[in-house]
């Protein structure tokens, strides 16, 4: 298995509270992608990165903002949580963008 | 834009059918496809990927799937399928040209499977 972790892996917070989530990988890949699943929708991106300090958005992106200031470690901070961002959060890492993707474990987040 | 299609969101097997999960891409050109499987609480796992070449496609666990350009699909099969295989599965599609770099994934059918 790749070699990914996400932290923390469950978070239950109150609607108004930053939130950072952390993905962490020992691979040494380039790209690291967040994702966020919700049922009936299957995953849909919310940011990616393609290298140190190169980000860009996903198709749902409002509301999230990332960083990634060494290769191994892509965060995602919700700056104000809402309770439409209650979801599974999942981390993924490729070699290249026409390359497979390696998940994480997800993360569980409950915004009350 | 790309877009991926699984028209099942829910199929139910008896344990030793054979099984076919349905996937239809829209894209301009000849996409990268996927298959993930999803047992509950869990990440995602990698089942098997179409790059290029021999359209029938084996991956792990005992699956294949087939890429069919006419049709826009890439549908998932197993011969005999056991009870370790309930779980959720996602096709997804990736694009050749470097302007898209992430996956669009389907919203998943969920396989149970009746002993």
């Known amino acids: 298995d790749a070699g990914i972790t996400q932290s923390p892996r469950h978070k239950v917070t109150e609607t108004g509270t930053p939130v950072t989530l952390r993905c962490h990988q020992t691979?040494?890949?380039?790209?690291m992608y967040w994702y966020r699943q919700d049922p009936g929708h299957g995953l849909r991106l919310i940011h990616y990165s393609y290298g140190v300090k190169d980000t860009d958005k996903g198709e749902v992106s409002d509301g999230y903002s990332v960083s990634r200031s060494k290769t191994e470690d892509f965060l995602l901070t919700l700056e104000s949580a809402t309770s439409s961002q209650t979801s599974v959060y999942f981390c993924?890492?490729?070699?290249?963008?026409?390359?497979?993707?390696?998940f994480g474990p997800g993360t569980r987040l409950t915004v009350l | 834009a790309q877009s991926v299609t699984q028209p099942d969101i829910h199929i139910t097997v008896s344990e030793g059918a054979s099984l076919e999960l349905r996937c239809n891409y829209s894209?301009?050109?000849?996409?990268?496809l996927f298959w993930y499987v999803q047992s509950p609480g869990q990440g995602l796992q990698l089942l098997l990927k179409?790059?290029?070449?021999?359209?029938l496609v084996q991956g792990i666990k005992g699956f294949e799937a087939e890429f069919k350009r006419s049709q826009s699909s890439f549908n998932l099969r197993k011969p005999s399928v056991h009870w370790s295989d309930a779980a959720e599965y996602f096709c997804?599609?990736?694009?050749?040209?470097?302007?898209?770099?992430?996956?669009?994934f389907g919203s998943g059918t969920r396989l149970q499977v009746q002993p």
């Open positions: 179409y790059f290029s070449g021999d359209t």
């Open positions: 691979e040494n890949h380039r790209y």
């Open positions: 993924a890492i490729s070699e290249s963008p026409t390359d497979t993707q390696y």
């Open positions: 894209y301009g050109a000849t996409p990268y």
């Open positions: 997804a599609v990736g694009s050749p040209d470097t302007g898209r770099r992430a996956l669009t």
